[in-house]
């Protein structure tokens, strides 16, 4: 892989906009799990009940996933056709935006509305920020930028969850956690006008023209060509593998937040902070060592590791502890770093997957197909958690057991260790 048309310094300018994109990223995705009830209770108002306020819950989180699901698959296309730096800034600019308006709805409905658009920026953002880096740093190097793309992730969670423990969001108090929420747009507008694009991308964009220029016909780009043979297997497999750790993540883990504020919000409000930072510690550290271990054991001997590790822990945390007993948070913790090491191993193992000319699009539609099956499997859950009567630990438990499926399907995808990006 040749990095030589950027300095160092660009090089560092590159990664350090992808990290900020990917933070704000995860701030997004960490803020309805610990605001949704108090929304639904301020906006319900005497209208609220338990079940209601888990089914909007459940409602909200759908709606992010299907917006990231779609803006991961189109902007992944984009980037590949206009530039993966000014497809970030613009990705970022969205779901900023369009969060901070989030402080001003009246209703349910419109909020649901904006998260939906909110995830359009979501999901635009990885495909782009993965490739970008991944393509502007040296093979030798990719281990650890992939490392921190995911610890990047879930360090905006992180943030958030601290945030949200200092100032405590509330049915009367949680309007002005969106407005913080606009803030990254600074960052989108610095990475759409004075970031430098990937040199690989460039290069391969001047033989796709030349290419066209000779024969009048170029490689085919974008959505279209990943669900044409050679590449369809190599989406199905891909999309596979980043769904099943997205659904276990949305589907499953995230149900332990609202039961902790269920059950320490009246006298505790901070609980439900408490708790996802433990989560999100956890996720810092599994999300960047998730690739330093596919490096060590294997891409596919390390997935299927992980997806047994999730599957225990994510029983054990449901199953084997309650919120305010003393091995609550240890677990949770646990399980939020060995849940998470797929969302290091996904940044290394689908670049690889991928060839230049389509690894944005390839990246984003692998990544975000597993959004549009969270979302069908949070509306699920969703039913689940109201036919069981409003248990988070029976619908919690039910919907982990997606993480077992990992160990069968790794061995079907192609083992890419050691690769090199060149085509």
Known sequence: ???????????????????????????????????????????????????????????????????????????????????????????????????????????QQEMLVLRFVVGLGVGGVWPNAVALAAECWPDRSRPFVAGLMGAALNSGILMLSQVARTWQITPESWRWIFKMAAAPALLGLIVLFALPE?????????????????????????????????????TLIGSLLGSIPMIGAWAASKWMIPWADKVGGATHAGYKAITQGWWAIGAVLGSFFGAQIATWLGRRSAYALFSLGATVLTLLMFLGTAPFRPSFLPIVFAQGFVATLFFGWLPLYLPELFPTRVRAAGSGIAYNIGRFATAIGVFAAGALFTAGGGSYPKVGAACGLIYALGVIVIWAAPDTTGKKLDD
């Open 1 to 107: 892989m040749s990095t030589g048309a950027l300095s160092s310094r660009a090089r560092k300018a590159v990664l350090l906009a992808a990290i900020g994109g990917m933070i704000f990223d995860g701030l997004e995705l960490g803020l309805m799990p610990v605001a949704s009830l108090s929304v639904s209770r301020d906006l319900l108002g005497p209208l609220s009940t338990p079940a209601l306020e888990g089914a909007w819950f459940a409602r909200f989180t759908a709606s992010l996933m299907v917006g990231a699901a779609i803006g991961g698959i189109v902007m992944g296309s984009v980037g590949d056709m206009l530039g993966r730096a000014r497809t970030l800034g613009l990705s970022i600019l969205l779901y900023s935006l369009f969060a901070g308006i989030g402080a001003f709805v009246r209703t």
């Open 198 to 234: 990937s040199p690989m991308w460039l290069a391969s964009r001047r033989k796709i023209n030349e290419h066209t220029n000779q024969s009048g016909a170029g490689d085919e780009l974008g959505i279209r060509a990943m669900f044409r043979p050679p590449l369809l297997q190599l």
